[in-house]
């Protein structure tokens, strides 16, 4: 492998169930995913993360402490991956590691607009040995930017077509599009709500960490007054760029929508109108940007959801919806390859943002360098 270029992604999402690692190999034309691995949280990790989402008690020494376990967790991950992929540390360039988001709060949201993302990069170069590339969203919202969405830059790196338009949905915590005309500008933003609220709402009357395929909201009917409801967010309506999280769309923004109902839905019910909301709220962004026939990419979580691709299949009749395994790459890899293709454009000193995604005044280079020793 003496003549690859590698590089490992980090990436830990809303939905807090753990890290995905992706060994990318740079040198070709197009990224190559070389190796995988996912290091789940336990539920009392993943617990503590979503506390500290939400304003509360004693916040900095909560975030400290979670800011080094994290890291260390970052670390374990990378080595692991490492092991599995039979390669030492100087075999690779650079890790690039998104973090955990435990808050955002972009232009429009508060008067002094910031981004935190933790998992100390310190603690990963130092027990990795490998130099870390981290905190990747600031610099674009010092530029003016939301600071997200920044993986539309390596969707149009990976699937950009001159032959034919694209639309590349990444279904996470929350649902993010890329719009790749064949000629033009890309552009994107996030569309709201993508499996947050779907996850939380089964978890709490299943016990599990998701519907699986959709099944349970297949079981269901979606309810109309709700569905409306929730659209009725400003949020649907706001222009672009955007960006979202779990400070806006949680459980207590549903809890909220559902008390104004006159009688309770069906669990089922909830749980087929969320999902509803969810194809809804893509769609209609998708059709915002272009109404003519395109290719629709699905990857994160959400593209393992049957039902829901069944959906947006659906409300895009003149659309071919598929995942991006369709394309050979395995759709829950995307955004952890997209944080090793940043970290290459941050060593290389290639900008990493798109203008037209996040609103930012300019181009720049994101994030901040942590040499290995």
């Known amino acids: 492998m003496s003549n ?22 740079m040198q070709t034309n197009l990224p190559q995913l070389i190796t995988t691995h996912n290091l789940p949280f336990s539920n009392g990790l993943r617990t503590r993360i979503h506390s500290i989402s939400i304003p509360g008690d004693n916040e900095i020494d909560r975030m400290g402490e979670l800011d080094t376990e994290l890291g260390r967790h970052f670390a374990q991950c990378t080595l692991e991956l490492l092991a599995k992929a039979q390669l030492t540390t100087n075999q690779i360039t650079a890790i690039g590691s998104h973090g955990q988001t435990i808050r955002h709060r972009p232009p429009g949201t508060t008067s002094n607009c910031f981004t935190l993302q933790i998992g ?64 033009g500008e890309a552009c994107g933003f996030d569309t709201g709500p993508g499996n947050v609220l779907m996850d939380s709402w089964i978890n709490e009357h299943h016990g599990v960490s998701f519907d699986k395929q959709g099944g349970w909201a297949a079981s269901g009917a979606a309810h109309q007054e709700l569905l409306e409801s929730l659209l009725s967010d400003a949020f649907f309506k706001q222009p672009f760029p955007k960006s979202t999280g779990r400070e806006h769309f949680n459980r207590q923004w549903l809890d909220r929508h559902l008390q104004q109902l006159p009688f309770p839905p ?13 194809a809804r709220s893509i769609t209609e962004s998708i059709d915002l940007l272009c109404q003519t026939e395109k290719e629709i990419l699905v990857c994160g979580g959400g593209a393992f959801n049957t039902r829901l691709l069944e959906r947006l299949a659906k409300l895009l009749p003149n659309c071919l919806v598929s ?3 369709s394309q050979g790459i395995d759709p829950q890899w995307i955004e952890a390859m997209a944080f090793a293709w940043l970290a290459q454009q941050t060593i290389n000193h290639k900008p990493g943002n798109l203008c037209a995604v996040t609103g930012a005044k300019r181009e720049v280079i994101l994030g901040g360098v942590y040499y290995a020793s």
């Open 4 to 25: 690859r270029q590698l590089y490992i992604g980090l990436m830990s999402g809303t939905s807090a169930d753990g890290i995905d690692a992706a060994l990318v190999d």
């Open 120 to 183: 100390d990069p310190n603690v990963i170069a130092e027990l990795t040995g490998i130099t870390t590339v981290a905190d990747f969203r600031r610099r674009d919202m010092a530029a003016g930017g939301q600071g997200a969405p920044l993986v539309p830059a390596f969707h149009r790196a990976l699937f950009h077509s001159s032959a034919r338009d694209k639309v590349i949905v990444n279904i996470g915590g929350m649902a993010n599009i890329t719009w790749l005309p064949a000629s």
């Open 266 to 278: 069906a669990n089922q019910d909830v749980q087929a109108t969320l999902l509803e909301l969810t």
């Open 323 to 325: 995942s991006t395994a």
